[in-house]
T-cell receptor, first 113, second 113 residues
Framework: AQSVTQLGSHVSVSEGALVLLRCNYS??????LFWYVQYPNQGLQLLLK??????LVKGINGFEAEFKKSETSFHLTKPSAHMSDAAEYFC???????????FGAGTQVVVTP | DAGITQSPRYKITETGRQVTLMCHQT?????MFWYRQDLGHGLRLIYY???????DKGEVSDGYVVSRSKTENFPLTLESATRSQTSVYFC????????????FGPGTRLLVL
């Protein structure tokens, strides 16, 4: 069975500072990995995903994530936070069969001026 | 407009009543999913469907029923609503194989009194 752990339910960052959101997974085989963002009262929007190939993946809005198999991690980073980055972020893993998602509990990001 | 829509966006009902949440997608995606979002739990899979007339249970399917007679529609029915089913419900669709992006609808906020 797969599981996803997001460290920190709330993260506060200053505008212009590094954003780092941690995601660790457990799975018997390397899964597909995703980061989604949710703005208030909206659905989830894909930021980036890793399926195969290069382990550093770049997404929208300046975000990137690195798949580290040895650490079973897929941490999300952005070098410089913007006020518009305030949202909830979800890490998800997908099995390679049916592709069912297992989501982490989410991390709420607050950006302070 | 193309995309994935959900209706109603907001619903208040009473315990014991039957409620149906609608989901419609215009992409002809094969896979469709229903999730519920609760604080501290992220999103949890209720049901999924690989094609018309092919559905299967997710991790929290008790008390819910789905059908998929047409590719574009995937209604979710709460047979006898309970207060524990108060939640935000998201529908999602995916073109095909695992690893492809899931696209989410805007959600339905359901309150069961």
């Amino acid at each position: 069975a797969q599981s996803v752990t997001q460290l920190g339910s709330h993260v506060s960052v200053s505008e212009g500072a590094l954003v780092l959101l941690r995601c660790n997974y457990s799975s018997s085989v390397p899964p597909y990995l995703f980061w989604y963002v949710q703005y208030p009262n909206q659905g989830l929007q894909l930021l980036l995903k890793y399926t195969t190939g290069a382990t550093l993946v770049k997404g929208i809005n300046g975000f990137e994530a690195e798949f580290k198999k040895s650490e079973t991690s897929f941490h999300l980073t952005k070098p410089s936070a913007h006020m518009s980055d305030a949202a909830e972020y979800f890490c998800a893993v997908s099995d390679r069969g049916w592709g069912k998602f297992q989501f982490g509990a989410g991390t709420q990001v607050v950006v302070t001026p | 407009d193309a995309g994935i829509t959900q209706s109603p966006r907001y619903k208040i009902t009473e315990t014991g009543r039957q409620v149906t949440l609608m989901c419609h997608q215009t992409w002809s995606h094969s896979y469709m999913f229903w999730y519920r979002q609760d604080l501290g739990h992220g999103l949890r899979l209720i049901y999924y469907s690989a094609a018309a007339d092919i559905t299967d249970k997710g991790e929290v399917s008790d008390g819910y029923v789905v059908s998929r007679s047409k590719t574009e529609n995937f209604p979710l029915t709460l047979e006898s609503a309970t207060r524990s089913q108060t939640s935000v419900y998201f529908c999602a669709s995916r073109p095909g194989l695992a690893g492809e992006t899931q696209y989410f609808g805007p959600g339905t906020r359901l309150l069961v009194l």
